[in-house]
């Protein structure tokens, strides 16, 4: 996991879903019983860490959240693609 990027996810995941940061760990999962995100609702946490990370998700990634990718998975997905973290605002 990339020290560096968790800070910045964990912060825009607690602004997108409204739950506090301080439960939300890298096993949490994105359809799950912490988040219980819906579809639309992941990909607009998935939307939001493009802008905040400079990165692009394609189709096929999007399409490859299931109810078990955790904070980890996204993350690790997010520093493969050779992400930035965020600015303190975003």
């Keep these: 996991m990339s ?7 964990r912060r825009i995941v607690a602004n997108q879903t ?3 940061a301080e439960i939300l760990t890298p096993a949490v999962e994105l359809i799950g019983d912490v988040l219980h995100l ?12 493009e802008d905040a ?3 692009e998700f394609t189709a096929a990634e999007l399409a490859a959240f299931t109810p078990e990718t955790t904070l980890a998975d996204l993350l690790a997905l997010l ?5 930035r973290p965020p600015a303190a605002g975003a």
């Design 38 to 49: 819906d579809s639309l609702e992941v990909i607009e946490v998935a939307m939001a860490c």
């Design 79 to 83: 520093a493969g693609k050779g992400a």
């Design 3 to 9: 020290d560096a990027l968790w800070p910045g996810l």
């Design 18 to 20: 409204g739950e506090p």
């Design 53 to 55: 990370f400079h990165v």
